[in-house]
Nanobody
Framework: QVQLVESGGGSVQEGRSLRLSCQASGFIDRNYYMGWFRQAPGKEREGVACIATDGSPSYADSVQGRFTISQDNAGNTLYLQMDMLKPEDTAMYYC???????????????????????WGQGTQVTVSS
């Protein structure tokens, strides 16, 4: 059974940085890829970034150039480096995992939340102006 545990959230001022981590355990192997999502109160869950099985990243336009997704060599820990944070980045952040479809390219990853069956419980990020 896949388990995902996020950490690293907190409260920071606008322009500062935070690094989120997600520890994965269970049946995670190199055929899985992972992503970061966020959800602010009253809003739908948004795909922030994902990293494909070949290591290719994909970012939402709202975070492109400010956030960086990465994972350790074993693929068990996912990171999200968040720089130049803005108040609109305030949300609960979740990591998620899924097995890559055999029909999908290794460079592809989805940022659609309904595509992911495995989720962590989230870590809160609050950015004040």
């Amino acid at each position: 059974q896949v388990q995902l545990v996020e950490s690293g959230g907190g409260s920071v001022q606008e322009g500062r940085s935070l690094r989120l981590s997600c520890q994965a355990s269970g049946f995670i192997d190199r055929n899985y890829y992972m992503g970061w999502f966020r959800q602010a109160p009253g809003k739908e869950r948004e795909g922030v970034a994902c990293i494909a099985t070949d290591g290719s990243p994909s970012y939402a336009d709202s975070v492109q150039g400010r956030f960086t997704i990465s994972q350790d060599n074993a693929g068990n820990t996912l990171y999200l480096q968040m720089d130049m944070l803005k108040p609109e980045d305030t949300a609960m952040y979740y990591c998620a995992a899924r097995r890559r479809s055999p029909y999908a390219s290794a460079w592809f990853c989805s940022r659609t939340s309904s595509d992911f069956p495995h989720w962590g419980q989230g870590t809160q990020v609050t950015v004040s102006s």
